[in-house]
């Protein structure tokens, strides 16, 4: 069969300072053709829309599979679905992702018949059999797929993370993904899931707060496979068993592979496994990214993120001393006013580290989707991309742009144009002798993305597609269970939790 997989086109954050290969596709490509189909793979973050009908008209796929993971990318995937029905009328359309896992129903139904099929949960697993169900009937009857007819059983989690590594060589124009200097670069996926359970975050209850390996032998077998001098590690929370980030560096020794790497993880992860960290400096890694979301006790304790301030600064001391280039996040309220922003703006103009500003924002599949008691002020999906607030403002909203911007532009004052090209001049011009142009043209775009009027305007944009809000009686703490994608076996759960637990003792023992 001629299956065509598609991710949709850049958000705000991805036109500016990243761009980086659609992985999860990649697996999902990759099983696909283990199953004996011919797929071809579409990333409209770096091609056009136009490229796409050229695409569709070309390889005339029997069937097309949308990737979405970002609920702001809603509207765009009905539209191009709605399109490709158009062109196709017996093409199969079908959509998954992390976000249409959570909102399977209203997809369909906003689709009015352009989506056949939705997906929930991991890909690997069951697109051989749903592919195979299109020629043969049944879709309805296998695990994680909703059709207009109903929902089938629970999604299956794959049980074996090494046996489809991605099909990276269905990518084009790969040298289109980057990551500020790390340009070109490639993803790559250590482990799967977080064993905490942040109420602000869902990919702890995509995977049913499970945690699980890809061995340190397959993933020397995929780092060597890649081209690209550098690697983004896709990972949530990097190196929490210290035992396995040892594990996997030792094989990319013994491969003798020497690349360049980004990743994230927890402060209190850092703090622990220093020794890894250090370890893999001397590999390669070069820039990470701490969730730090809030500078105080009761803003942590509000997300339940179960770290202390002083352990966030203290791990921000190691890292500074360890040589990381370091970028952290903070969350912005909607309730900020001018004194919050000054506060925050002075904090990261007096820091070393790139200090990126997100706006909180609750997202189907969150706990906050069912606790936050402030009433959504939008519904428009678009906006939904955490640089947008979706919560009454305390400012008007205008001016709220207008801090959150000004406070985002410390990092452009410090970080990109020419305070940028005096740290990475060398850098800079190496890329553009070898082609590479991301980086560069990152450096002076910030205005361009980063804009009050634009962020603004946005919402005044006409509204085709709304989101169905959360239930009008919230709760004080739902069950977790009811938030899973995944519902994981005991064990694989039980073992992820205890994790958390370990870190929580440790950290106790320590205070005491
Ligand atoms: C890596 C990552 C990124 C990468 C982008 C990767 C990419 N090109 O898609 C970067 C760093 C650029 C990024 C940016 C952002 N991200 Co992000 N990101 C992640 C992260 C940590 C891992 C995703 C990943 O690669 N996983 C590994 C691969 C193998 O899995 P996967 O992609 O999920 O695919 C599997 C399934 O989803 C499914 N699947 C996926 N597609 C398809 C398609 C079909 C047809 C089928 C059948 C199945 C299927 O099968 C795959 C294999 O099992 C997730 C958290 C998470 N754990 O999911 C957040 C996450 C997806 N990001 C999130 C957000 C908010 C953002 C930003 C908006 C943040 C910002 N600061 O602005 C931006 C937007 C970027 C953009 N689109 O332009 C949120 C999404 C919230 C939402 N509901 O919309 C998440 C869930 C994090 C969170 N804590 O809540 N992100
Ligand atoms: S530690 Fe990170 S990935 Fe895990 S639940 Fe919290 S925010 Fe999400």
């Known amino acids: 069969m001629k299956v065509l997989l598609v991710h949709p086109s850049c958000l705000m954050y991805s036109e500016l300072f990243l761009r980086l290969e659609p ?17 071809r793979l579409f990333d409209l973050q770096v091609c056009d829309r136009q490229d796409y009908l050229r695409e569709l008209q070309e390889f005339r796929p029997q069937t097309v599979g949308f990737s979405l993971n970002f609920l702001a990318n809603v509207p765009e995937v009905l539209e191009l679905a709605k399109e490709t029905k158009r062109l196709l009328p017996t093409c199969f359309v079908f959509v998954g992702g992390h ?5 399977p129903q209203e997809l369909l139904e906003h689709a009015q018949g352009a989506i056949d099929c939705i997906v929930r949960g991991e890909g690997e697993p069951i697109t051989p059999p749903l592919l195979e169900a299109i020629q043969d009937g049944g879709i309805e009857t296998l695990p994680g797929i909703v059709t207009a007819a109903g929902a089938g059983p629970p999604p299956l989690m794959l049980h074996d993370l090494d046996r489809t590594l991605p099909a990276r060589d269905l990518a084009r124009r ?15 996926e250590f482990t799967r899931g977080c064993p905490w359970d942040c109420s602000f975050c869902s990919a702890w209850t995509f995977y049913g707060r499970s945690y699980r390996k890809i061995s340190p032998e397959v993933i020397g077998e995929d780092l060597a496979r890649i081209q690209e001098p550098n690697a983004f590690i896709v990972d949530d929370v990097a190196f929490i068993h210290p035992e396995d980030g040892m594990a996997i560096g030792r094989e990319i020794e013994r491969r003798g592979i020497r690349k360049q790497y980004y990743l994230e993880t927890r402060c209190d992860v850092l703090l622990r496994n220093q020794e890894v960290f250090a370890y893999w400096k001397r590999l390669g890694l070069r820039y990470m990214f701490l969730g730090l979301e809030a500078l105080d006790e009761e803003g942590l304790k509000r997300i339940r993120k179960r770290v202390t301030p002083s352990d ?4 921000l001391e190691v890292a500074r001393t360890m040589g990381f280039t370091v970028a952290l996040n903070i969350i912005a309220d909607s309730d900020w006013d001018e004194d919050r922003f000054r506060v925050i703006r002075e904090w990261a103009s007096g820091v070393p580290e790139i200090v990126h500003l997100t706006v909180n924002t609750p997202y189907p599949g969150t706990e906050t989707w069912l606790t936050e008691a402030r009433r959504l002020t939008s519904l428009d999906y678009r906006l939904f991309d955490v640089q947008h607030a979706v919560l009454p403002t305390t400012l008007p909203l205008k001016r709220f742009y207008e801090e959150l911007v000004k406070t985002q532009a410390v990092l452009n004052r410090k970080h990109l144009g020419w305070a940028a090209v005096r740290g990475t001049f060398a850098t800079a011009s190496r890329l553009l002798l070898q082609g590479q142009t991301n980086f560069v043209r990152m450096l002076w775009k910030f205005s361009q993305v980063y804009n009050p009027d634009r962020q603004y305007g946005d919402h005044l944009k006409e509204v085709k597609y709304t989101l169905s809000p959360p239930p009008e009686k919230q709760e004080a703490k739902p069950t977790p269970v009811k938030l899973f994608v995944h519902a994981p076996a005991a064990a694989v759960q039980r073992a992820a939790i205890a994790d958390v637990a370990m870190f929580q003792q440790a950290k106790e023992e320590k205070a005491q």
Do not use: M, T, W
């Open 23 to 39: 992985l999860g596709l990649e697996r999902v490509a990759q099983a696909a053709r283990l199953a004996g189909h011919e797929v």
């Open 174 to 188: 790969r040298h289109k993904y980057f990551i500020g200097v790390l340009d070109p670069c490639a993803s790559i």
């Open 312 to 315: 966030n600064f203290k791990a």
């Open 99 to 103: 976000s249409a896992s959570f909102v």
